[in-house]
């Protein structure tokens, strides 16, 4: 990747940061927020609850001096009354039966004289247990004397009674004529005294309880259940003595309301940070795969630069879309020069521009040939060369074909070469052939020699008849006839000679291998013998193949050569090269075996290299020459140890051709 490329990946992937933490901050003060709210709304209620409670508070301490003190003032109005009255029983029983009708919190209402003695009591009975006593004298005496010496109403100390429920007493002074008589006592359990007076609707809201500093219950009431909330304390006035009204509020069960709105608050911040998080990952792999992409179009366009190929891409119509800078190198043109450029182009040859559109047409149409084709182009100076072109269907992602991709190829250098090497070789061939002719230069004297020595014998012995009488016209015209043929034969043996020397170029032609082999054999017979091998033809009738029938012959004398040098040192005996020539698989099969000395596993992969030989003589050049004549009649050569053999060694070696051009 470039260093640009590189510092623009870092920069968006920080800036991608950025926008994913936006919202995640964003979320998180929002949540902050709504916490904030709630909590704020909390505290809220809690002071609402409170506001609540002191006022509820206030209004039940209110509620209880009301009615302590209406009795208080009952009471009073009875204690000025009865000194007076001569039915003092009557009136204490009637207002005091009124009263405690009234006021069924009130437990008894007694008459005591001046020394504490019980005059009378409602409900009839003695003075109440007290329990709990103050040092000295029982807290209700204790109240007695205080209100006999005050001369005004005094409530006792709370103490607790039987069952350990609190109580208090009201103490009113009787007075006759300036004269303490008697006290006026109401007795209160403070249990009764809430049940009558805390209403219902309090206590299912509420704690009531009745306490001391030391915290000790006097009473309580209380129809609520669960965790205590808060609570408020007020002074219990009457009786006072630091009895205390502690009110304790109870949690009311959350609203339902409340509850469904933290609960989808909850629930929708949890959604929302679930989403935020998955946009997050999708995010996140997005980024991962444009590096990816981006990565990979780094990597295409490096390899697209560093490409020698020329690419060029056409969509349907002929019009290009797309051309790489090796094209551009090759052609000279720019790629703003030749994008969108229809035909004809500006690198085609002007002089060639009818058969170039042709073959454009033939591309566009499908036709182009499927290993490609050569071209002469023009570079922008003018310059020709010579282009090799792939064309091939580009294929979008859909499946659907958009146009044509050609494949350039600068195949200028290459062709020269090529056709150097073509001159080089069939130089090579030409003296091959003349080194082979060299060799043979003694056999074919040889073999010359016989047509020329029939020839002398012929003519000597016409001259012989001329000069006896007795000869007949048909003798010396058989002679000459004889003399004919065996001219004739020189004659077609000097022109097989200058056949084979001449330098031609190779001409294809229609031939038939056995006769090829034939002609072989007619070269090779007089050496053969004077080397003592046997040559084994043996042929099918075949049809002909489309060869260049000198070349033939000069593979197939190379190879009957080598097989006979190879011979030379086994039994006489055992010298047999064979030529076999078959038709197997749609090509025919030339196989030359001898039973010579086989090919060493060293020499086998040098064999067909060009100036490699293991003779002293030998150019090492034949059947590199071999090899390029059959490949260049399309077939193959090559070289298995013969395994039928009787020396135990010996090579085969076959060539093919194909049949199809004859
Ligand atoms: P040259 O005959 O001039 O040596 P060739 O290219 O015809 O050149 O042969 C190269 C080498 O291959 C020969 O020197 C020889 O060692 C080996 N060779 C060729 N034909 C045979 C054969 N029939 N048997 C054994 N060796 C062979």
Known sequence: MSAASKTFS??????????????????????????????????????????????????????????VTGTEEQLQQLALELPGRTDRHQLFRLRV????????????????????????????????????????????????EIASRLGKRTYSEPYLGPGNHGHFQLVMPVFSEHRLTGVLVAVYPIDALLTELVPWWFTEKYLVQVIDENDIQYGAKSNVQG???????????????????????????????????????????????????AVRELMKKRVKAEQA????????????????????????????????????????????ELVGRMPPMPYWVPDQI?????????????????????????????????????????????????????????????????????????????????????????????????????????????????????????????????????????????????????KSEPKRAPCLVQDVVEDCLGFLETDARKRQVRIDCRSDDLPPVLADRLMLEQVLLNLM?????????????????TVAVAAEGGEIVVRVADHGCGIADDVKDKLFTAFFSTKPDGMGVGLSICRSIVEFHRGRLWADPNLDSPTGSGTIFTFTLPLEHA
């Open 227 to 277: 965790t205590p909330n808060q609570s408020y304390e007020i002074p219990f006035e009457p009786p006072g003595y630091g009895l205390k009204l502690r009110v304790t509020g109870y949690q009311s069960g959350t609203n339902p309301l409340q509850r469904l709105l933290g609960g989808a608050i909850v629930i929708l911040a949890a959604g929302i940070f679930w989403s935020l998080w």
């Open 354 to 502: 009818e058969e170039t559109l042709s073959l454009h047409r033939a591309v566009l149409a499908g036709d182009a040939p499927q290993d490609g084709f050569e071209i002469t182009l023009m570079r922008k100076d003018g310059e020709r060369f010579q282009a090799l072109i792939y064309e091939a269907p580009l294929i979008d992602g859909d499946g659907r074909q958009t146009g044509w991709m050609g494949s350039f190829l600068d195949v200028t250098e290459r062709k020269r070469a090529e056709e150097l090497a073509r001159q080089q070789q069939e130089q090579l061939q030409f003296t091959a052939r003349l080194v082979t002719m060299g060799e043979m230069a003694s056999t074919l004297a040889h073999e010359l020699n016989q047509p020329l020595a029939a020839i002398a014998s012929y003519n000597t012995g016409c001259l012989n008849l001329l000069d006896g009488a007795s000869w007949k016209p048909e003798d010396i015209r058989y002679a000459l006839e004889k003399v004919g043929v065996q001219a004739q034969r020189a004659g077609r043996i000097v022109r097989r000679v200058h056949d084979f020397v001449r």
């Open 293 to 336: 992409l981006r990565a990979e179009h780094a990597f295409r366009q490096a390899m697209e630069d560093s490409l020698t190929v020329g690419m060029r891409a056409r969509d349907t119509t002929g019009r290009i879309v797309y051309v790489n800078p090796a094209f551009c190198r090759m052609t000279g043109f720019s790629s703003e």
């Open 561 to 577: 050569r080598n097989g006979m040098d190879a011979m030379v040192e086994i039994e006489p005996d055992l010298r047999l090269l």
């Open 97 to 144: 039966a009124n009263l405690l009708r009234n006021n069924p919190d009130l437990k008894q209402v007694l008459w005591l004289d001046s020394s504490w003695a019980v005059v009378d009591a409602l409900p009839a009975g003695g003075k109440p247990d007290q329990e709990i006593e103050s040092f000295g004298p029982p807290v209700a005496e204790k109240a007695y």
């Open 10 to 67: 870092a920069l968006s992937s920080r800036r991608v940061g950025w926008l994913l933490a936006l919202p995640t901050v964003g979320i998180i003060l929002l949540v902050a927020v709504v916490v904030a709210l709630l909590w704020v709304l909390h505290k809220n209620e809690v002071e609402e609850d409170r506001a609540t409670l002191i006022k509820d508070v206030l209004w039940l301490e209110q509620n209880l001096r009301f009615h």
